[in-house]
């Protein structure tokens, strides 16, 4: 039977397009300087991993309101 590994991306809606800001709960250094949601979705495709879900929410007060993407991807384990 195959295992798996699983990742965990928050995304945040940042100058009118989707970042990925989280991996597996870790703040992703200068996320807001990178690329977009989809190119890190590339990017971990070619590592092997596949996108499996995914996923909005929101949270906060009418005052102070952020909507979040969230992915799930998973590869086979090593």
Not at 11 to 29: K, L, R, T, V
Not at 64 to 73: G, I
Request: glycine fraction near 8%.
């Amino acid at each position: 039977m195959p295992k798996w590994e699983y990742k965990f991306i928050e995304c945040i809606y940042h100058m009118e397009d989707w970042y990925p800001a989280f991996d597996n709960g870790e703040e992703i250094s200068h996320w807001k300087a990178g690329g977009n949601i989809a190119a890190y979705s590339n990017t971990l495709g070619e590592q092997g991993w596949e996108l499996v879900g995914c996923a909005t929410s929101a949270a906060g007060t009418h005052s102070d309101y952020r909507e979040f993407y969230r992915l799930v991807f998973k590869r086979p384990k090593a």
